[in-house]
């Protein structure tokens, strides 16, 4: 199953240990699915992690942070993307989990953000909230 991860999520993850999103994260580390990434989106969750209404909620050091990113690097599958779509205008930045899921063919995005989940589905591929997602890999292999 590959897989796209907003942003958002894994912030999520870091201000939530125990959350959802945390365990998605942890799911991805136990090779559940694969994990689609571009530059770009690398580029973006360093930005966001050192926003600082981010950053003054964060308990981790600036070494941490950049441990957390440095695993996207190493483990995640990087695509380049093909092509620029302008699907989501209201937040045209949205469109590069778009853009990264048609690159490396994914099965879903996934995403707390209103302007993706809008969409539910865009070119087969399925656009789903943290929590449709952990009960998917959640699922007992039928």
Do not use: C
Not at 23 to 29: L, V
Not at 113 to 128: A, M, N, T, V
Request: hydrophobic residues 40%; proline residues 4%; charged residues 25%.
């Amino acid at each position: 199953m590959r897989v796209v991860i907003d942003t958002n999520v894994f912030v999520s993850a870091l201000l939530s240990p125990t959350g959802v999103p945390n365990q998605i994260f942890h799911y991805w580390e136990l090779s559940y699915f694969d994990l689609l990434v571009s530059q770009e989106s690398l580029d973006e969750l360093e930005r966001v992690l050192h926003y600082p209404k981010i950053r003054k909620r964060l308990r981790s050091t600036e070494e941490e942070l950049a441990e957390f990113v440095n695993i996207f690097q190493e483990k995640a599958l990087m695509v380049t993307r093909q092509e620029t779509i302008t699907v989501i205008t209201a937040d045209v930045s949205d469109n590069l989990y778009l853009e990264i899921g048609l690159a490396g063919h994914a099965d879903y995005v996934v995403s707390g953000d209103q302007h993706l989940l809008r969409l539910k589905k865009y070119r087969g591929i399925s656009i789903i909230t943290p929590t449709e997602f952990q009960a998917i890999i959640s699922l007992p292999a039928g």
